[in-house]
């Protein structure tokens, strides 16, 4: 069956650092991967979706790479705020409708 | 700029009782999604919606009954609560299928609690 794991450890930095977040799938490949933020208590909001035949998207502070060959996605965080601090969750779609997400990573960044 | 909707925001239940979540999108997306999300699990698919009328079950359908009677509104049932189903529920919803690339936009949760 798919599978998507994230990086299982909450990440903390310091402010100004580059967060890098990991996304892992097995058994799939997707014709596209998004990426979505969730603060406590909120539903998640999307952030960025990237393409297979897309290597790297950025949007503002925000950098994603695909690397189908690998079967990864990295999320990059650059010069970090702690308003960055919050869930980051990957998503796949593995079929028409159904849009599967990993358990999320989470940023702490420290002041 | 409301969005998706999502009613109540909390509750607790005894095991046995049962209740129903709402669900309301202004944004007239044809396609809408029951979500749960407990610890280290992520978000799992419960059921889902592709327009007014239609329903389909999804990664983790038992236990639950929904409906799509409008467009705007999806209903999220549970006829006998159980300890297991104590999770927070999302409702979401999309313009069309995910498969063309579509985002999700979500409502804000449901914290449900069954005792």
């Known amino acids: 069956s798919q599978k998507i794991e994230q990086n299982s450890e909450a990440l903390n930095i310091q402010e100004g650092k580059t967060a890098t977040l990991t996304c892992n799938y097995t058994n799939y490949s997707p014709a596209y991967l998004q990426w979505y933020r969730q603060d406590p208590g909120r539903g998640p909001v999307f952030l960025l979706l990237?393409?297979?035949?897309?290597k790297e998207k950025r949007k503002e502070r925000l950098k994603v790479t695909f690397d189908t060959t690998l079967k990864q996605s990295l999320f990059h965080i650059t010069a970090s705020q702690p308003a960055d601090s919050a869930t980051y969750l990957c998503a796949l779609s593995f079929n028409d409708y159904k849009l599967s997400f990993g358990a999320g990573t989470t940023v702490t960044v420290r002041a | 700029n409301a969005g998706v909707t999502q009613t109540p925001k909390f509750r607790v239940l005894k095991t046995g009782q049962s209740m129903t979540l709402l669900c309301a999108q202004d944004m007239n997306h044809e396609y809408m999604y029951w979500y749960r999300q407990d610890p280290g699990m992520g978000l799992r698919l419960i059921h889902y919606s592709v327009g007014e009328g239609t329903t389909a079950k999804g990664e983790v359908p038992d236990g639950y009954n929904v409906s799509r009677l409008k467009k705007q509104n999806f209903l999220l049932g549970l006829e006998s609560a159980a300890p297991s189903q104590t999770s927070v529920y999302f409702c979401?919803?999309?313009?069309?299928?995910?498969?063309?690339?579509?985002?999700?936009?979500f409502g804000s949760g449901t914290q449900l609690s069954v005792l």
């Open positions: 979401a919803s999309s313009s069309t299928a995910v498969a063309t690339n579509e985002k999700l936009f």
């Open positions: 990237i393409r297979e035949n897309e």
